[in-house]
């Protein structure tokens, strides 16, 4: 029967064909060389694999870019060499010396050299963009990186670092997007001068355009509305579809529409309730992943209430996560509290907060707080992230604190927490790399709490200085004994949850639904480790 919210969906859908793309009548298919994903995938804010560090932008650069190293879906612990066919070790743990693989090339066809390989990772340093830290964490500054980020050979890349470092760690760190091997000449060719004199690196048209070997290339991206990607003719990991289009639909129901009609081939974003819709319809199949990604609460240490420990305790005391999981994301989150998800090496999975309302009332009271006060709280505007929404605002009601909404589209809330200008934020975080110090750092690292600092942690968007929690997050990344590791960012995760301004909610368990003909989606632990390049069509 056609509803008038069924048209309403299905001119949804229609809109958000990228220009030149024809609109087709219900029960169309797609063409057999283009796949189609349905995705909420308004976090775009650049697609410069040098600055992205949002989700659906560092999984473009995954499938766009390669990185000397790289770690398969089978085995995310396992490191193997993508543009590197070999690399060694001094005896002093310092230099690290990789040889490239021959083959690999650009879209442009040119292959891929040395020299990309070193101007890539020395144009993270030097524009050090958010996540630059990354990179600079082994002692590559603007004045270095020149010295130490080396191509002595057409195909040789030498890295010194500025202290002896864990082979597998430094590795596990190139394996992260921010490792992406742009093409020297293509990005150069296109740099622009900055506002303070100097040429931007590119990044301006690297925002919107690639230079990478990857499976595709990038045609075409309009922000909220699509993005598409073409097959790289000349990579040498050929995909077996032609084009990829990404459809931004905010709304799962249009998702849900756009996939029974067949104008959709995969859906990113649908909710339980739609997912138990179709789960043993044979016309569609579901694959879940179970990610390395949080959704969590960021608490401006700037804001006076905030800044109050007893106020943050009685905030993780306040919420029903329990109720919020079984309620409303049942099958695409499950409760998790602690920084390390499920799956990383030392990964607390105790759940100690369960809601109390007594004692949070009693934590703000003896904050001098017990008639409670009035924050904003930033949050996408998208389902379930504003279900979720709603949620947190009754339960902090029930204990005095009034949030004033602010939905909106989630770069516009990531924007804000790099700015550190949010009260409350909602926002979720996806591990780099499969090593626990990827999260240690980001939610526990923050030496210099200054305007323009340097490494701009997670726990500097939180405003949030804690030397003590700093210096263990970077003793456990110099541990070499790894039982003792493990043991120390178990402590550190137990400790966190104590006085820490971020209220970890939920992990990711992602779910793509994808009509009975399409195959070959693989779905990883980390965003940019979903791989379009075996996707087929029957």
Known sequence: MLTRRSMLLASAAAATLPAGLPVRSAS????????????????????????????????????????????????????????????????????????????????????????????????????????????????????????????????????????????????????????SVVEKATVMSHAQKDDKGGDDWGNAWLKQNSAGSGSYAVRQWKASESVVLEANPHSNVAPKIRRIIMRHMADPS???????????????????????????????????????SLMYLSL??????????EVRQAIKLALDYEGIQKNIVPTTYAVHQAFLPAGLPGAVTEQPFKRNIEEAKALLARAGLADGFEVSFDYASAAPQSDIAQAIQANLAAIGIRLSMLPGEMRAVITKTRARTHD???????????????????????????????????????????????????????????????????????????????VI????????????????FDMGPMNDRHSYTNITKA
Request: hydrophobic share 40%; charged share 25%.
């Open 28 to 179: 169309a298919q797609t063409p057999p060389n283009v796949l189609v994903f349905a995705k909420q995938i308004d976090d775009i804010i650049s697609l410069d694999p040098q600055e992205a560090f949002e989700y659906t932008a560092s999984e473009i650069a995954g499938n766009v870019y390669q990185k000397l190293v790289t770690t398969p879906n089978a085995n995310p612990s396992q490191i193997e060499g993508e543009l590197a066919e070999k690399w060694e070790v001094s005896d002093d743990n310092k230099t690290f010396t990789f040889t490239l693989k021959d083959g690999p090339k650009f879209a442009s066809g040119k292959p891929v050299t040395a020299e990309d390989v070193a101007f890539s990772l020395t144009r993270a340093v030097v524009m050090n963009k958010p996540p630059a830290f990354i990179i600079n964490q082994f002692g590559f500054t603007r004045d270095n990186a020149a010295d130490r980020i080396r191509a002595t050979g057409p195909k040789t890349v030498v890295l010194t670092t500025a202290e002896p470092t864990s082979p597998s760690f430094l590795l596990y760190c190139l394996s992260a997007a921010v490792g």
């Open 505 to 520: 909610l939920l992990q990711e368990i992602e779910v793509a639904v994808s009509r009975a003909g399409v195959k070959g």
């Open 254 to 292: 249009a998702q849900l529409l756009g996939l029974q009609k067949g104008d959709v081939d995969i859906a990113r974003n649908l909710v339980a309730d739609q997912i138990k819709q179709v789960e043993n319809d044979p016309k569609f199949s579901v694959q879940s992943s179970r990610k390395a």
């Open 424 to 502: 409350i934020a909602m926002v979720r975080w996806g591990s780099d790399y499969f090593d626990p110090h990827s999260n240690a750092e980001a939610f526990s690292i923050n030496t210099d709490n200054s305007e323009n600092a340097r490494n701009r942690t997670l726990a500097w968007r939180a405003s949030w200085d804690i030397p003590e929690l700093s210096a263990r997050a970077v003793a456990a990344l110099k541990e070499t004994d790894s039982e003792k590791r493990t043991q120390m960012y178990e402590d550190l995760q137990k400790e966190h949850q104590k006085v820490s301004p971020f």
């Open 300 to 309: 401006n240490q700037k804001n006076q209430y905030l800044s109050k420990p």
